[in-house]
């Protein structure tokens, strides 16, 4: 594997100063002090060559204690096998092979819906073939960059897939899913989870917890492995634990308008906060201990001697490369703050979107098309968080937002927009007025907070530092010399202070 390009470089510049340098001083010790100096053409100057070692090491310096910070130090020892080679000549072969099979030695039947499919599959598989050789590779190497550009492909049809059901009629696009699976179109109940809420019904005899047994779903090992999943992608318990309890705030405030929405209170903040999402938390932050903490070195199959090690190389394939370590800092400015609120809300926006959509496109909970779409977005996820957190804290290196980061973005906004269109009734329901008020309250506290922590704080905070050095500024005109008199105001004292105020202020 490769090394960073700023690494290199930085090195590469500290030698080739250090070669000049080396060169003008022996050339000095030659001739002497007096004499003209000639040095290697190319070279800067001795003084010159001095002044840029030091500005290139303090470079280098600055940006090994960034990458010390935040990422983990990696260890490969550059073997390039068969699995790592591009192929794309022999995936050019393999296609062209296949179109040639189909065109000359297949007969075309004269089904038109069985072509129309098979040709939308084709154009689809193709298109994948090229964006797995050709596509630029994303933040994540493991377990082979191919996965990653495969995901992204895949990600790019969905949001097309999206944009020609947003623009077909309700009906159509209802009716269009049936192609995709013959059962659906049809309107689906929903189902209730509230009702009775009681932990013990002492008036079942049989089964007293029948309560508690009937929301042992599917739901409950999906919301473990979801957290768990999505702990993964933050890498933060505190947004985590955020976006949790506001999602369940979100269902109390939208169970008028989807009945799937109505819990009862402890199926709300025991089975779902602290047992089912808090322990997928909890097991989540444990792995990114373990990540963080694992030494990240990589050999060549073939370089290990032992079969054991072989067997851990293979295991360790399906883990990261390196570690990144997320240090989110929402307060430390503005930027960030509105950034980190941003991630909480499409994150709560795409949580709501897997209930509403297959609300207006009549899909059962437990259909294959909504397990892959989860699967999805735990595929797509992580890749995204990822880039977004370098946008976030590295603007001057990763100038524009990734691509899958954009794509995943797009996908979030049109799905609410096919919300919004196939069932405008639905969301527009009013929402109670208790309700309404206490996100009124809690938008006017974060909008108060921000207000006061990014302009009325910082505001007051310069006004007091530069009233301190008006009064700090006439004590050190009038401080007496050693001799016992007094300076007379210079120029520059009179415009910027004096010397002992101008040392502050740089420090």
């Known amino acids: 594997m490769t090394k960073p390009e700023s690494r290199k470089s930085g090195v590469a510049a500290v030698n080739a100063t250090g070669k000049c340098a080396t060169s003008a001083s022996a050339a ?6 007096d004499d003209n100096v000639s040095v290697e053409p190319g070279c800067p100057s001795p003084s010159t060559s001095t002044h840029i070692r030091a500005n290139v090491m303090k470079q280098t310096s600055r940006e090994s204690m960034y990458r010390r910070n935040t990422e983990c130090e990696v260890y490969d020892d550059g073997t390039n096998t068969f699995f790592w080679r591009a192929h794309t000549v022999t995936v050019l072969f393999i296609l062209t092979c296949v179109l040639v099979y189909v065109t000359l030695l297949e007969e075309t039947p004269q089904d038109t819906t069985y072509n129309t499919k098979r040709g939308i599959v084709a154009s689809i598989l193709v298109f994948l073939c090229f964006g797995v050789t050709q596509a630029k590779d994303g933040p994540f190497t493991r377990p082979h960059p191919a996965y990653w550009r495969f995901w992204l492909c895949v990600t790019v049809v969905y949001e097309l897939f999206l944009i020609f059901i947003l623009f077909q009629t309700v009906h159509d696009g209802r009716q269009f899913m049936k192609y995709i699976d013959p059962k659906l179109g049809v309107a689906l109940p929903e189902r209730d989870y509230g009702g009775n809420c009681l932990l013990y019904d002492p008036g079942n005899t049989t089964d007293p917890f029948h309560n508690i047994w009937d929301k042992m779903d599917g739901f409950v090992p999906a919301h473990f492995l979801g957290w768990y999943i999505k702990t993964l992608m933050i890498r933060d318990w505190w947004m985590c634990m955020i976006i949790s309890v506001m999602f369940e705030f979100l269902e109390y405030s939208l169970e008028h308008q989807l009945p799937n929405f109505s819990e009862c209170w402890w199926d709300h903040w025991i089975m779902d906060v602290l047992v089912c999402n808090g322990l997928g938390i909890y097991c989540g932050m444990k792995a990114l201990a373990w990540l963080s903490m694992k030494p990240y070195q990589w050999q060549g199959l073939w370089n290990i001697p032992t079969y054991k090690g072989k067997i851990k190389r293979i295991a360790f394939q399906f883990t990261p490369y390196s570690w990144v370590k997320f240090e989110w800092k929402p307060a430390s400015n503005l930027r960030r703050w509105l950034a980190v609120l941003g991630i909480i809300f499409m994150f709560l926006l795409a949580e709501l979107n897997t209930f509403y959509l297959k609300f207006v496109l009549w899909m059962p909970p437990e259909h294959y098309l909504v397990l892959l779409r989860l699967v999805f977005f735990v595929n797509v996820g992580g890749v995204a968080m990822r880039e977004i957190y370098d946008f976030m804290d590295d603007p001057k290196f ?50 108060t907070w921000t207000l006061w ?16 050095r008006k009064q700090e500024a006439p004590a050190d005109r009038d401080r007496p010399l050693g001799n016992g008199s007094t300076a007379a105001p210079s120029g520059r004292s009179k415009l910027n202070g004096g010397c002992e105020t101008v040392r502050q202020r740089k420090s």
Request: net charge positive; glycine share 4%.
């Open 28 to 33: 000095a010790a030659e001739l002497g002090d």
């Open 398 to 447: 990763h100038k524009k937002l990734g691509q899958q980061a954009w794509l995943v973005a797009a996908i979030t906004v049109t799905e609410f927009l096919i919300v919004v269109k196939y069932d405008p009734n639905t969301i527009m329901l009013p929402i109670p007025f208790v309700v309404a008020q206490c996100w009124f309250l809690g938008i006017l506290l974060i909008f």
């Open 453 to 468: 922590r990014f302009f009325i704080r910082d505001i007051t905070l310069r006004y007091k530092e530069t009233r301190q």
